[in-house]
């Protein structure tokens, strides 16, 4: 069975760091374009960045330009955001997803297999 486990959430001040892994077991995440996702109390899931295929391309919401990257370890299986500079606004569970299609783009259109999420909360 499938399984994304994201992981290295937890509390920080403002200003911060953290980085976020997304593990993958039985599945290898390489020829995939891979999604972070964020959901906040009372808001909606919004997409916060992705990269493409092997380790071209990425993506990042205007919200977190310039303060996340994205990055994919294929030995490792595991595709990671350094989150720099953190915000109170960034508080959320990530969820880290995958598709089942191969896609030219970034970002899939479609996200088959989602993690858990990891709860981020930036607080002082």
């Known amino acids: 069975q499938v399984q994304l486990v994201e992981s290295g959430g937890g509390l920080v001040q403002p200003g911060g760091s953290l980085r976020l892994s997304c593990a993958a077991s039985?599945?290898?995440?390489?020829?995939?374009?891979i999604g972070w996702f964020r959901q906040a109390p009372g808001k909606e899931r919004e997409g916060v960045s992705c990269?493409?295929?092997?380790?071209?391309?990425?993506y990042y919401a205007d919200s977190v330009k310039g303060r996340f990257t994205i990055s994919r370890d294929n030995a490792q299986n595991t595709v990671y955001l350094q989150m720099n500079h953190l915000k109170p606004e960034d508080t959320a569970v990530y969820y880290c997803?995958?598709?089942?299609?191969?896609?030219?783009?970034?970002?899939?259109?479609?996200?088959?297999?989602w993690g858990q999420g990891t709860q981020v909360t930036v607080s002082s």
């Open positions: 039985d599945f290898s995440l390489e020829p995939f374009a």
């Open positions: 997803a995958a598709p089942t299609i191969v896609v030219p783009t970034i970002c899939s259109p479609i996200y088959d297999y």
């Open positions: 990269i493409s295929s092997g380790d071209g391309p990425t």
